[in-house]
């Protein structure tokens, strides 16, 4: 089997964003598809895309560790990296096709039929006031979703040193909280808008609310303001999305900064590297729970990397940001009860749909 071409398409979502899928076309018919960053489509990777299409043009799809290191580059580039994510997302696609098995038969089978899910409500919510996060964590709950985060800070300065400074985020944690009850989990992410010390009075603000964990506090880079916080904390400290290659990973599990890596499977390198980057957080005893608040092609990625992985935690999913999302995929994601089923078919287990990729797509 070789590579004949490749080709992306762009659908518009929100003022956050677009979705943009890479196919993978071969001379036995199998395509391979893969989902880019939303931000390595903005600064380049379509682009890097495009120049390396004559390098893949006869090449094997099943050689997928000589392809992605022949196409590596030093030092990294970030847009570079988010391409060759949803590259290595087609290539083991098509290879399961081929096969004729899901990609977790390949990763060495499953350890669960279900993917727990987190609504991630924080791109959909454009009232911004503790009553529009509040109003659309309900309506995630009702659902089915079992656990929902938001990100209350954005927008705020970077570097906040006191909680005082951050009370209008405190008052959505407060509000959401107040809305879905005591049994459902309540994730925060914080963007990196925190010192140490400004992390840990926050989570002091918020520590009545039972948080399920407390996320990217301090900026990935400050390694000791990660380990003051996870010392100060009673929940898990979670991270690293942004990080690329187990290179990237590395000093944040060697370290034991984290209790759960969040390895996004559009930046880290692919479906091949989250797998790697889990295995060796596991090694350490830290859970993974992948980064991911974008469409149905880097969830079904996900869903295939985590059914495999002893130690996952929980998935994200990005809620509500537009009504016809399961129109993109065929079959339809399949979540019940805050969780979607990990699929029968071949490769990731699901395919564009190209009627309504077309009905959306972005001009390009």
Known sequence: ????????????????????????????????????????????????????????????????????????????????VMALSALDQALWDIKGKAMGVPIADILGGRCRDAIPLYA?????????????????????????????KLAPFDGMDMGIDRATD??????????????????????????????????????????????????????????????????????????????????????????????????????VGGLWELKKVAAMAESRRIYTAPHGPFGPIAIAAGVQVMATHPSFQILEYAWGEVPWRHELVEPEETIDNGRILVSDGPGLGITLNMEAIETYQLNQ
């Open 120 to 148: 991630n409500i924080n791109r959909a919510t454009t009232d911004r006031s503790p009553a529009g996060f509040a109003r659309n964590a309900e309506a995630a709950v009702d659902d089915g979703f079992r656990a929902v």
């Open 1 to 80: 089997m070789k590579i004949t071409g490749i080709k992306t398409h762009a659908v518009h979502i929100n003022h956050r964003g677009d979705w943009t899928f890479l196919v993978v076309f071969t001379d036995e018919g199998i395509t391979g598809f893969g989902e880019v960053n939303p931000d390595g489509a903005k600064c380049g990777s379509i682009n890097f895309l495009n120049g390396i299409e004559s390098l893949l043009i006869g090449s094997d799809p099943g050689q997928i560790e000589q392809i992605l290191r022949m196409l590596s580059s030093s030092p990294i580039r970030s847009s570079e």
């Open 166 to 267: 951050a009370k209008t985020g405190i008052a959505c944690m407060e509000a959401v909280r107040a809305v879905i009850g005591p049994e459902v989990g309540l994730l925060i992410d914080c963007h990196s808008h925190f010192t140490a010390r400004g992390g840990c009075e926050m989570f002091d603000a918020l520590k009545d609310l039972d948080l399920y964990w407390y996320e990217e506090p301090v900026p990935d880079k400050d390694h000791e303001g990660y380990r003051i916080i996870r010392d100060h904390i009673n929940v898990p400290l979670a991270g690293g999305e942004n990080l690329m290659y187990r290179e990237g990973f590395w000093p944040v599990i060697d370290k034991e900064l984290m209790d759960i890596v969040m390895p996004d499977v559009t930046i």
